[in-house]
């Protein structure tokens, strides 16, 4: 399998991508390496911007822990500026298990993680409280889990929320959000990082948090307890 070209950067180790069609709103990135532990669903709702260009790269970097990594846009092109829709966290979470739903056949029984940026990482911890037997872990990298509201309480899947030590506002509504999770959590803040981690070694910090993360919770093991750390 030869190495591929993803995002300007080469990948380290060997990867192969497809793209998976999810009903009649597109398609998905799916990108396999060798003797996957796990899959890592990226779940985006910011259009073409910084941030989705973060995750491309945090995707490569979870490859290289090997760790497949599916990666979607949640909005529709025309759907970006709006903000009524960026906030429905349930229109969000319909279309995060959408494109669960459409994993093809060698996937559908990988271990899971979901990793949400933004009023994504609400969506995914939504669609865990929904169908938590196939999550197994989920990240949210600047995110606002406040936004799942009452859901907070039912996630069952170890969570970690990463947030910039300068990002205070979302700093803040993430410390309120992590006290009302009763799963196996930990809150993680980046020293010096900004909203959107493009600080020296923000990312890299992220990459390594969220790969340390899912490698460890990525396996069949029961959910459950309320086992709890923060940084």
Known sequence: ???????????RIATACTQIAVGDRGHATLCCVHNAIG???????????????????LARRLRERR????EYELLEPDETDHD??????????????????????SHRDHPLGLFGSGNASAAALLA???????????????????????????VQAPTLLLVGEADEQVLTLNRQAY??????????????????FLEAGALD???????????AHLQ???????ASHAS
């Open 1 to 11: 399998m030869p190495l591929l070209r993803q995002g300007g950067h080469v990948e």
């Open 39 to 57: 899959l890592v669903v990226f779940a985006h709702a910011n259009g073409f911007s910084q941030s989705s260009r973060s995750n491309h790269e």
């Open 67 to 70: 760790l497949d990594t599916l």
């Open 84 to 105: 009524a829709h960026a906030r429905n966290i349930s229109l969000l979470a319909d279309r995060l298990l959408d494109v669960i739903d459409a994993l093809p056949a």
């Open 128 to 154: 865990e409280t929904r169908q938590a037997h196939r999550v197994g872990a989920v990240v949210s990298r600047g995110g606002r889990p406040d936004l799942a509201g009452n859901h907070l309480n039912e």
């Open 179 to 196: 006290a009302r999770l009763r799963c196996d959590k930990r809150i993680e803040v980046v020293p010096r990082a900004t909203h959107l």
């Open 205 to 215: 910090a992220v990459a390594t948090k969220a790969a340390d993360w899912f490698c």
């Open 220 to 226: 069949a093991k029961p959910k459950g307890g309320a």
